[in-house]
């Protein structure tokens, strides 16, 4: 799973989308990272917890992140 979304983060934002998985303080990957939250959970049926395990955070981290998008 992180392949493909890697693969559509480099095509739609021309950014390295490696950095989605790792500890960013940047304001626009956040963003994007929100994004990629939100569409998982509303229209892929995606569990927090299991968005959590794919972006190695809390489910908490998840819901935060979906709320604020």
């Given at each position: 799973?992180?392949?493909?979304?890697i693969?559509?983060?480099?095509?739609?934002?021309?950014?390295?989308?490696n950095?989605?998985f790792?500890k960013?303080?940047?304001?626009?990957?956040?963003?994007?990272?929100?994004?990629i939250?939100?569409?998982?959970?509303?229209?892929?049926?995606?569990?927090?917890?299991?968005i959590?395990d794919?972006?190695?955070?809390?489910?908490?981290?998840?819901?935060?992140?979906?709320?604020?998008?």
């Amino acid at each position: 799973m992180k392949e493909i979304i890697i693969k559509i983060v480099n095509r739609l934002y021309e950014i390295d989308g490696n950095q989605l998985f790792v500890k960013n303080k940047n304001r626009n990957i956040a963003n994007i990272k929100q994004s990629i939250f939100y569409y998982m959970r509303h229209e892929l049926d995606f569990t927090y917890q299991k968005i959590g395990d794919i972006f190695n955070l809390g489910h908490s981290n998840v819901v935060i992140g979906i709320r604020s998008f």
